[in-house]
Protein backbone atom coordinates (compact mmCIF):
# COMPACT_ATOMS: atom_id res chain seq x y z
CA UNK A 1 0.00 0.00 0.00
CA UNK A 2 1.33 3.18 -1.00
CA UNK A 3 0.27 6.21 0.77
CA UNK A 4 0.36 9.86 0.09
CA UNK A 5 -0.29 12.21 2.35
CA UNK A 6 -0.77 16.39 1.37
CA UNK A 7 -1.95 19.96 3.61
CA UNK A 8 0.36 20.14 5.97
CA UNK A 9 2.41 23.23 6.03
CA UNK A 10 2.31 26.25 8.84
CA UNK A 11 -0.33 28.32 10.22
CA UNK A 12 -1.00 31.01 12.94
CA UNK A 13 -3.02 29.85 16.54
CA UNK A 14 -7.03 29.71 15.55
CA UNK A 15 -6.04 28.91 12.00
CA UNK A 16 -7.30 25.21 10.22
CA UNK A 17 -5.56 22.77 8.13
CA UNK A 18 -7.02 19.82 6.14
CA UNK A 19 -4.92 16.97 5.49
CA UNK A 20 -5.58 14.07 3.13
CA UNK A 21 -4.45 10.91 2.51
CA UNK A 22 -5.18 8.57 -0.34
CA UNK A 23 -4.11 5.01 -0.46
CA UNK A 24 -3.06 3.20 -3.75
CA UNK A 25 -2.42 -0.41 -4.08
CA UNK A 26 -4.63 -2.22 -1.40
CA UNK A 27 -5.04 -6.03 -1.30
CA UNK A 28 -6.78 -6.72 1.39
CA UNK A 29 -10.10 -5.43 3.39
CA UNK A 30 -9.50 -2.66 5.70
CA UNK A 31 -9.82 -1.79 9.29
CA UNK A 32 -9.51 1.58 9.88
CA UNK A 33 -7.43 4.21 8.69
CA UNK A 34 -6.52 7.68 9.59
CA UNK A 35 -3.80 9.87 11.46
CA UNK A 36 -1.46 9.58 13.85
CA UNK A 37 1.25 12.19 15.19
CA UNK A 38 4.65 12.83 16.66
CA UNK A 39 6.09 16.09 18.33
CA UNK A 40 9.73 16.48 18.73
CA UNK A 41 10.77 14.70 22.19
CA UNK A 42 7.50 12.75 22.39
CA UNK A 43 5.86 9.64 21.32
CA UNK A 44 3.39 9.11 18.39
CA UNK A 45 -0.13 9.97 19.19
CA UNK A 46 -3.62 9.14 18.22
CA UNK A 47 -4.98 11.97 16.09
CA UNK A 48 -8.21 10.30 14.68
CA UNK A 49 -8.87 7.00 13.26
CA UNK A 50 -11.90 6.05 11.01
CA UNK A 51 -12.79 2.47 11.19
CA UNK A 52 -14.68 0.46 8.39
CA UNK A 53 -17.63 0.24 10.46
CA UNK A 54 -18.38 4.32 9.89
CA UNK A 55 -16.97 4.47 14.13
CA UNK A 56 -14.93 7.66 14.40
CA UNK A 57 -12.38 7.85 17.18
CA UNK A 58 -10.50 10.81 18.21
CA UNK A 59 -7.24 11.50 20.50
CA UNK A 60 -8.63 12.96 23.82
CA UNK A 61 -5.99 16.29 23.13
CA UNK A 62 -7.92 17.23 19.42
CA UNK A 63 -11.32 16.27 20.24
CA UNK A 64 -13.54 18.46 19.10
CA UNK A 65 -11.54 20.57 17.21
CA UNK A 66 -10.60 18.61 14.30
CA UNK A 67 -13.15 15.94 12.49
CA UNK A 68 -12.23 13.14 10.27
CA UNK A 69 -13.75 11.69 6.79
CA UNK A 70 -13.43 9.11 3.79
CA UNK A 71 -14.81 8.10 0.63
CA UNK A 72 -16.75 5.18 0.76
CA UNK A 73 -13.95 3.29 -1.75
CA UNK A 74 -11.55 3.86 1.58
CA UNK A 75 -8.83 5.28 -0.77
CA UNK A 76 -9.13 8.81 0.82
CA UNK A 77 -9.04 9.79 4.29
CA UNK A 78 -9.30 13.25 5.48
CA UNK A 79 -8.79 15.07 8.42
CA UNK A 80 -10.46 18.85 8.81
CA UNK A 81 -8.32 20.62 12.02
CA UNK A 82 -9.72 23.94 13.48
CA UNK A 83 -8.87 26.23 16.05
CA UNK A 84 -5.18 24.78 16.11
CA UNK A 85 -2.89 25.22 18.85
CA UNK A 86 1.06 26.07 19.03
CA UNK A 87 0.85 22.18 20.73
CA UNK A 88 -0.47 20.67 17.54
CA UNK A 89 2.88 21.40 15.75
CA UNK A 90 3.98 17.74 14.64
CA UNK A 91 4.80 15.72 11.83
CA UNK A 92 1.22 13.88 11.06
CA UNK A 93 1.72 10.66 9.91
CA UNK A 94 -1.17 8.84 7.65
CA UNK A 95 -2.12 5.23 8.96
CA UNK A 96 -3.89 2.53 6.86
CA UNK A 97 -4.57 -0.91 8.83
CA UNK A 98 -6.14 -3.80 6.73
CA UNK A 99 -7.09 -7.25 8.24
CA UNK A 100 -3.70 -8.26 7.34
CA UNK A 101 -0.81 -5.21 7.98
CA UNK A 102 -0.45 -1.75 8.70
CA UNK A 103 0.80 0.92 6.62
CA UNK A 104 2.32 4.29 7.43
CA UNK A 105 2.47 7.29 5.38
CA UNK A 106 6.15 9.16 5.20
CA UNK A 107 4.45 12.11 7.61
CA UNK A 108 3.28 15.61 6.55
CA UNK A 109 4.61 18.67 8.84
CA UNK A 110 1.98 20.91 10.37
CA UNK A 111 3.71 24.41 11.80
CA UNK A 112 1.34 25.74 14.35
CA UNK A 113 2.69 29.60 15.22
CA UNK A 114 2.74 33.49 15.23
Known amino acids: VQLQACGGGFVQPGGSLRLTCTASGVEYSIHHMGWFRQAPGKQRELVAIIVSGGEKAYGPSVKGRVTISSDRAWKTVSLEMNNLKPEDTAVYYC?????????WGQGTEVTVSS
Open 95 to 103: NYRTIMNEH
